[in-house]
């Protein structure tokens, strides 16, 4: 059984900044498509970013348009850890966050953002920014 844990989210204000954390024990996310999703109150979950390494070797990442220039995704390969960077947040960032696994052969830039490709969920963080 995967365990994915999230950790990072908290209460900021407008303009500030988060690192949220996926550690994958034992897990090797980096031969896997590791994503972050997120989920606002009374709406639909959503695909923020996305990294992995398809067949071609070459590192694949994808942002939601939302979030491009001010969120970035990383692996701590040792750690078996994933990151998402957030900076400049705004009110509409405020969700829950989640990360999520799967092999890397079932994403790419169309499928990466779609949750049934996932087979491994955490449990979510709540990120909330506010003044």
């Known amino acids: 059984q995967v365990q994915l844990v999230e950790s990072g989210g908290d209460s900021v204000q407008p303009g500030g900044s988060l690192r949220l954390s996926c550690a994958a024990p034992g897990y090797p996310v980096v031969s896997t498509c590791m994503t972050w999703f997120r989920q606002a109150p009374g709406k639909e979950r959503e695909g923020v970013a996305t990294?992995?390494?398809?067949?071609?070797?070459?590192?694949?990442?994808f942002y939601t348009a939302s979030v491009k220039g001010r969120f970035t995704i990383s692996l701590d390969i040792a750690k078996n850890t994933v990151y998402l960077q957030m900076a400049d947040l705004k009110p509409e960032d405020t969700a829950v966050y989640y990360c999520?696994?799967?092999?890397?052969?079932?994403?790419?830039?169309?499928?990466?953002?779609?949750?049934?490709?996932?087979?491994?969920w955490g449990q979510g963080t709540q990120v909330t920014v506010s003044t």
């Open positions: 990294i992995y390494t398809p067949r071609h070797w070459t590192r694949e990442i």
């Open positions: 999520a696994a799967t092999g890397p052969w079932r994403c790419n830039s169309d499928s990466w953002s779609q949750q049934y490709v996932y087979d491994y």
